[in-house]
C-alpha cells in the first residue's frame, strides 16, 4: 500500500507558477512510477508520467514546454513545476502511483495506476 498526499495548489495570475507535490508514503514508494493527471468533466486527463528511477518523462501536448515532473526518492516526493499558466489549467490536480512497472516505463492511462492522492486544487485567473 502506498499512500499519496499532493500539496502546493492555489491560486495564480495567468502567467504565473506554481509546484505540486505528492509526498508518498508506506511500502518502498520509489519503486513506483508516477503520474500527474487533471479533472476535466467527466473524466482524469493525463498531464505528466516518470518512470521510477526518473529516467523517463513524458507530458500532454497541452502542457509540454510549461510543466516539468521529477522526483525525489530520497524524500518520496514528485513534483510538478507548472510555469506560464493558463485560465485552462484551473482544476483539481491528482498525483498517482504505480506498482508494476519495470525500469523506464511510464504510463498515459488512469486504468494502469493503482493508487491517487485527495487531489489539489490549482486555479489560474486574474
Known amino acids: 500500500q502506498v499512500q499519496l498526499i499532493e500539496s502546493g495548489g492555489g491560486w495564480v495570475q495567468p502567467g504565473g507558477s506554481l509546484r505540486l507535490s505528492c509526498e508518498a508514503s508506506g511500502r518502498t514508494p520509489s519503486m513506483y512510477a508516477m503520474g500527474w493527471f487533471r479533472q476535466i468533466p467527466g473524466r482524469r486527463e493525463f498531464v505528466a508520467a516518470i518512470s521510477k528511477n526518473g529516467a523517463t518523462t513524458d507530458y500532454d501536448n497541452s502542457v509540454k514546454g510549461r510543466f516539468t515532473i521529477s522526483r525525489d526518492n530520497a524524500k518520496n516526493t514528485v513534483f510538478l513545476q507548472m510555469n506560464n499558466l493558463r485560465p485552462e489549467d484551473t482544476t483539481v490536480y491528482y498525483c498517482?502511483?504505480?506498482?508494476?512497472?519495470?525500469?523506464?516505463?511510464?504510463?498515459?492511462?488512469?486504468?494502469?495506476?493503482?493508487?491517487w492522492g485527495q487531489g489539489t486544487q490549482v486555479t489560474v485567473s486574474s
Open positions: 498517482a502511483a504505480d506498482q508494476d512497472s519495470k525500469d523506464g516505463e511510464i504510463w498515459y492511462g488512469r486504468d494502469y495506476y493503482e493508487y
